[in-house]
């Protein structure tokens, strides 16, 4: 395939995802998970500690801007603002698959633009997983150079590789492509979905190849079924877009997900898929994840302006700092430790799937045990 389909395959994903409704119609699972209040919580706001730690960075807030763009001419002014913001906010970013970029290197600047805006923020350079067995070294070199990389995201969307009528997807021997590249760096390399989520199964499987940390993207969110499904109608491929429109809600919810990562393995998590409000992202990190990462809803603000895109953000920190005050948190690393209720779905989600169980806890992470027994009862 020629370099100008995957720049146009770009365009299209863009441009649908601001013209078309792309989201799941199933929950993320959020509405299932109950916070206590605290009526008397005895914290100012301006005590707040919103600091945390995200493989030996420090990040202002909890928040991840999610892989988003890149590889085209109109992506640059989108993966600028982006950068902007998580340079001013001191947030961390993924840039978008920067398959692109090895294609044509004159699309290269729509990456290294980001490390230009935000030179000392966390940025992570990213590829598919499909890109794997076709990439030698030097590649790899050549995507961790054009943003200075702190970390390489692969990302793993499978689901998305069988809609696309322009893919002829092999998933053989990903698995170890995916470990000997992983063995070989020398820098982090987080594994993320894309709106699918991460099973239990497969965290454990990627920590023990020495993935460093997990973006979960769950199922609640942009649905690259949808996506795949709007663009099959586009194009004419009627059958194809009736097989996507059958997957648009395939996935495992973003809150099991988080509860399926943090079973699975102890690698820390960014919560992703249809994270929408400050309330989403801190019911995210009291179910043991991180980070919260947002990518859609971060799209319009950042083609209005950097201004539009900050003030959404800092709304969005507010949100987490409020919702701190209310659990009586003083920083974010205490919002693990506070107890939650789970209702509905998720509750029989971890039923089934015996997730957080005790013989997968590591001694000493008594918040797990605090959590678990109040799951119990
Ligand atoms: C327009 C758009 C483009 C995306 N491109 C990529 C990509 O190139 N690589 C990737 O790993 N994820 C990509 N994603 C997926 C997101 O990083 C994220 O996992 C997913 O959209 C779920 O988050 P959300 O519900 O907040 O959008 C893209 C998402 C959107 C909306």
């Keep these: ?40 919580p005895e914290i100012d706001p301006e005590e707040i500690d919103l600091k945390v730690e995200f493989l030996g960075h420090t990040f202002k807030a909890p928040l991840f801007i999610s892989a988003m763009t890149g590889g085209a001419p109109e992506a640059k002014m989108i993966n600028a603002n982006l950068a902007e913001a998580a340079e001013t906010l001191g947030l961390g970013m993924c840039v978008g698959s920067q398959r692109a970029a090895l294609e ?56 998305q590789e069988m809609l696309q009528y322009d893919a002829k997807p092999s998933f053989k021997s990903l698995k170890s492509s995916l470990e000997s590249l992983v063995r070989s760096l020398d820098i982090p390399v987080i594994v993320k979905e894309t709106g699918c989520g991460i099973s239990s199964e497969d965290a454990a499987f990627f920590e023990e190849i020495g993935v460093k940390a997990l973006e ?8 690259w079924s949808a996506v795949e499904y709007h663009r099959n109608l586009r194009m004419g491929k009627m059958d194809l877009a009736k097989v996507a429109k ?51 809803p971060l799209l319009r603000p950042a083609i209005e302006g950097p201004d539009r895109l900050s003030s959404f953000l800092k709304n969005i920190i507010e949100e987490i700092k409020i919702g701190l005050i209310l659990i009586g948190a003083k920083k974010v690393e ?11 779905l998720m509750a029989e989600w971890k039923r089934q799937r015996d997730l957080i169980g005790r013989k997968r806890i590591s001694p000493g992470t008594l918040t797990s045990v605090i959590k678990e027994e109040s799951l119990d009862q």
Excluded: Q, Y
């Design 334 to 344: 205490e919002a693990s430790e506070k107890p939650f209720i789970l209702t509905g």
């Design 216 to 223: 979960i993207a769950g199922l609640g969110g942009t649905s």
């Design 246 to 296: 059958t997957f648009w809600d395939w996935g495992i919810p973003t809150v099991a997900a988080i509860l399926e990562a943090r079973s699975g393995s102890r690698l820390p998590i960014i919560a992703s898929g249809g994270i929408r409000t400050g309330l989403d992202v801190l019911k995210a990190l009291v179910l043991g994840a991180r980070l919260g990462g947002l990518a859609l």
């Design 1 to 40: 395939m020629g370099f100008r389909s995957t720049e146009e395959r770009k365009v299209h994903h863009l441009r649908i995802s601001l013209e078309e409704d792309v989201e799941s119609k199933a929950s993320t699972g959020f509405e299932d998970v109950h916070l206590i209040h605290r009526c008397l």
């Design 104 to 159: 044509n290197s004159g699309l290269e600047d729509t990456f290294s633009i980001v490390r230009e805006r935000a030179p000392k923020a966390f940025i992570s350079a990213n590829i598919g997983f499909m890109e794997l067995p076709r990439l030698d070294e030097k590649n790899i070199e050549l995507l961790i150079k054009m943003v200075e990389a702190d970390a390489l995201t692969i990302h793993l969307n499978a689901l």
